[in-house]
């Protein structure tokens, strides 16, 4: 399967992670696009051009959409508990980049994150128990910090989340040949980040960004702009 390339060929990974930053930017200095999102509607009814995929948390408190201050048809938003990866998650990521043309994946964490609690604290209930496995390779990985090993120390949550949203990211290239090759051909990114639940701020952890080293540089030049 090919990129229908049905994203403008000026979208860029890169740039497409700058859209992303300057409108968290927007988001947090209360400065968001005045949109008609009902003529957004009419606009989207024939297709959709979505340059991002945005792999979140189902946390109520972070919507992709708002908190990256984007439209109608503007991102593909996967959500679910702890931001994880399964057969379904890697399916869309690869109907977003292969077949719709999104030139970046985000995996994007949160602070505070109930799921990654729960599996600090080894949770076992129902379905959810399944879910909370897919956190315990960051569990494992946390365990250089100091204090208690629990959903008690503030600084061991924060660590799981940020080692869960880097495992995840570097998982989608590992297990998604399609989504690597088009890594590999500089047509898509993968750009892991967290969210600050408590002020707004999106912070990408710029030395993981997976993108080709030219497109590193446009990442870099866009940031001195
Ligand atoms: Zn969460």
Redesign the pocket.
Known sequence: MRSHDLVPNSVTPAKALDILKKGNHRFINNLKVNRNLLEQVNETKDGQWPFAAILS???SR?SAELVFDQGLGDVFSIRI???VISENVLGSLEYATAAAGSKLIVVL??SN????KGACDHVKMGHLTTLLDRIQPAVENAKGISGEHNSSNPEFVQEVAKLNVLHTAKQIVESSPIIKGLVEEGKVGIAPGMYDIATGIVTFYESDIVMTKEQMEEVRSAQMA
Not at 113 to 116: E, K, L, Q, V, W
């Open positions: 948390c189902m946390d972070t508990a702890g931001n964490g949160h994150c109930g799921a990654i």
